[in-house]
């Protein structure tokens, strides 16, 4: 019998493995050290050795975006990197978006417009919409619905995603 | 069955030649990595037959676009956002463009690379019948040395490349000589980002004194490689595009590719697609005129 949640993704399982290694990488502005298996997924790294779960996993396929993070400042799926990858990049997830003003404002625009519902695809939605903002500061509904295009959402319809961000250029969330 | 990471090795030896001297040293045993947007799918289902790893992610030697009088060479590691950010790619190779444009969603475009795509060998590879009508050229590098080939002939059988097991594609090659040319991409998918094509469309086409002199089609998801469709284009060739022309063209094109029924489509639909996909471009490039 095949069950879906536990069949997914490569385990995890860490007990004290020689064939870990030492990584060192930034993550929300802070050096972290962490022993993982070079093939570990960052998404995993993040989630179960850092402790920080805002970063979701959705299909674990890189379909769904509801990973996504910024690594160097570029926004990546985490369930598609290899940790060894990440090593010696900043990485950005949703707790250090948060920990910046303007990124409330962005959260605050999905508040007011309902642009989040179960809010498994939020942090996801956040991270690839402050991305765009970061390239296209008044962005159009089209560009707006590219940009968020590889980020799954089964509740809203998109329609009030779309509508949160174009409230946050309006609020001038990037400038 | 899932994979367990432990299971795996992954190194990062750096410079280019490291990595080449290390596939020399065992041919076969290393699987390159790159952005992993196919490799580590497959890793997470378990299905990932290479246990040994190496990553080339990054590697400056391969991440540049390097623009020559009469070629571009484009880096096998530059990523489709690249190629999308590329004045160049955008200016005189659209179709390259707008297949990055469509080829996952903004974070996948962010780690897929060019030569990841090819070496993956998908029949249904967004940029690769782009590739087919610019007539690409690649640089394949190795201890040995390096070679130059058409991509042309690259893929010999579905998922079957011409690449050698110690070698690394360096770079695609692109003739800068399209300038003149009516450019037309189409992808028939269920969504526009994140969906693998059920029909996909590459087309150049050059009309002069109201003829047709040159048109290039190539075809993505319609047989076990991407495909060139030459039959099409000879019926085409030094004709006016005129409406009984266009219906035989699009009829040469349902009957040149090979489609299959899989999980995306039917044969048959996908070969009604490619029919009308064809007399979609003719129609526009008619209208050029």
Redesign the interface.
């Known amino acids: 019998m095949r069950y879906f949640f536990v069949?997914?993704?490569?385990?995890?399982k860490s007990s004290g493995?020689r064939?870990k290694l030492e990584i060192v990488l930034t993550v929300n502005n802070k050096v972290v050290k962490v022993r993982?298996?070079?093939?570990?997924?960052l998404l995993d790294v993040v989630r179960q050795e850092l402790g920080l779960t805002g970063t979701k996993e959705g299909c674990?396929?890189?379909?769904c975006?509801s990973c996504?993070v910024l690594m160097d400042g570029?926004?990546?799926?985490s369930?598609?990197?290899?940790v060894?990858?990440a090593?010696g990049t900043k990485i950005v997830t949703i707790e250090g978006l948060a920990a910046n003003g303007r990124v409330c404002a962005l959260r605050d625009a999905f508040l007011d417009c309902g642009g989040a519902q179960c809010g498994i695809c939020t942090p996801g939605m956040i991270l690839?919409a402050f991305?765009?903002l970061k390239k296209k500061p008044k962005p159009t509904a089209e560009e707006i619905r590219?940009?968020?295009?590889?980020?799954?959402c089964r509740c809203t319809g998109y329609a009030q995603i779309v509508e949160a961000v174009m409230e946050a250029a309006r609020r001038g969330v990037a400038t | 069955m899932r994979a367990y990471p432990a299971d795996y090795e992954l190194i990062r030896p750096g410079a280019l030649t490291d990595v080449l001297l290390l596939l020399a040293r065992e041919p076969g045993a290393w699987l390159p990595i790159a952005g992993g947007t196919d490799l580590m799918v497959q890793y997470a289902a378990g299905k990932l037959l290479g246990r040994k790893l190496v990553s080339i992610w990054n590697l400056p030697e391969l991440r540049r676009i390097e623009v020559f009088p009469d070629e571009i060479q484009i880096g096998a590691a530059c990523t489709y956002t690249d190629l999308r950010e590329s004045e160049i790619v955008r200016d005189e190779f659209a179709l390259l463009s707008s297949a990055a444009s469509w080829t996952g969603g903004i974070a996948n475009q962010n780690q897929g690379t060019i030569g990841g795509n090819i070496v993956n060998a998908s029949p249904a590879a967004d940029s690769l019948p782009a590739l087919l009508v610019y007539e690409a050229e690649l640089f394949l590098v190795s201890a040995r040395g390096e070679r130059r080939v058409p991509y042309t002939n690259f893929h010999v059988d579905y998922r079957k490349t011409q690449l050698a097991a110690d070698e690394l594609i360096r770079a695609v090659c692109l003739a800068r000589r399209f300038s003149g040319y009516y450019a037309h991409a189409r992808k028939v998918g269920p969504r526009k980002s994140q969906a693998i094509a059920k029909v996909c469309l590459a087309a150049l086409g050059k009309i002069e004194k109201d003829v047709a002199t040159d048109i290039r089609l190539a075809m993505g998801s319609v047989a076990p490689v991407p495909v060139r469709l030459t039959e099409t284009e000879k019926a085409l060739r030094g004709k006016r595009i005129v409406p009984e022309l266009v219906r035989l063209a699009s009829q040469t094109a349902a009957k040149e590719i090979r489609p299959i029924d899989d999980i995306r489509s039917t044969a048959r639909y996908r070969a009604a697609v490619a029919g009308n996909l064809v007399a979609e471009f003719l129609e526009r490039l008619g209208s050029q005129i």
């Open positions: 069949t997914k993704g490569p385990m995890t493995d064939s993982a298996h070079a093939m570990d997924r674990g396929e890189g379909e975006g996504s570029v926004l990546v799926n369930c598609l990197i290899p060894l990858q090593k690839a991305h765009l590219e940009g968020l295009s590889g980020n799954l």
